[in-house]
């Protein structure tokens, strides 16, 4: 569940790269709507799946109706069943949004679910990642926090330090703040808990936002 505020403040006003998705009739849409959604009528949800982005893109969804009656819970399951992790629903509805004094959109919303993926602050570029794992510069530590049975089941790449997500607030001692850092973990979940972290304590961080398997040899595929 996602409040109106938290929408406003946390998602919209930041500018994010995420899914809104408005479940009213096409009519109710037409009278108002949040800016930046898309009108899905829950009736036609099964139908429109089949043109939405792919779920390997992991889009951040967030799913509205007019009042919390229920239709965007319904909508979120079915999302779940697709394969959409996470979808969040908005407490209230759209008159929770309305009722909390917010700027509303006039108009036809779109009808095609679009998502255009924006690098999270910190990531760093799959290319880039590639190009200095495969010779770790001088002035890189590069930090695999994977739990330590991972990384003894997997292999871990040429040169990296394990040091696992659970564990950085408590090892910073072990932790280079003369060299830049470049984080990774299997799909970049913890790699960004870690990462917020080091940031907060001032040292020079990115992290790779992605799935990567390192192997018993010091490679390493991306996905």
Known sequence: ?????????GWLDKGLSFV???VRPESEAGQG??????????????????TFPKREL??????????????????????IKAGYPGPRVLTGGYAAW???GYQVA?????????YVPKPKPGTISVAEFQAFARGIPA?????????????????????AVNIPADEIADRLAEISRDKKLVLHCNTGTRAEMAYTILKEKGYQVRYLD?????????GFTIK
């Open 58 to 79: 992991k889009p951040p969804v967030v799913i509205y109706d007019a009042n919390g009656d229920g239709s965007a819970e319904r909508v979120a399951a079915k999302l």
């Open 210 to 218: 992605a799935t990567i398997t390192p192997n018993q040899d010091g």
């Open 20 to 22: 809104l998705i408005d």
């Open 98 to 100: 309305k009722g909390a």
């Open 33 to 50: 709507f949040i800016p930046g959604a898309t009108n899905v009528p829950e009736r036609e949800m099964d139908q429109a799946l089949a």
């Open 139 to 159: 002035g890189v530590q590069l930090l695999d926090v994977r739990g330590a049975d991972e990384v003894a089941k997997t292999g871990m790449i040429k040169g």
């Open 106 to 114: 006039a108009g036809k919303p779109a009808a095609q679910v679009v």
């Open 1 to 9: 569940m996602l409040s109106a505020k938290s929408l406003k403040e």
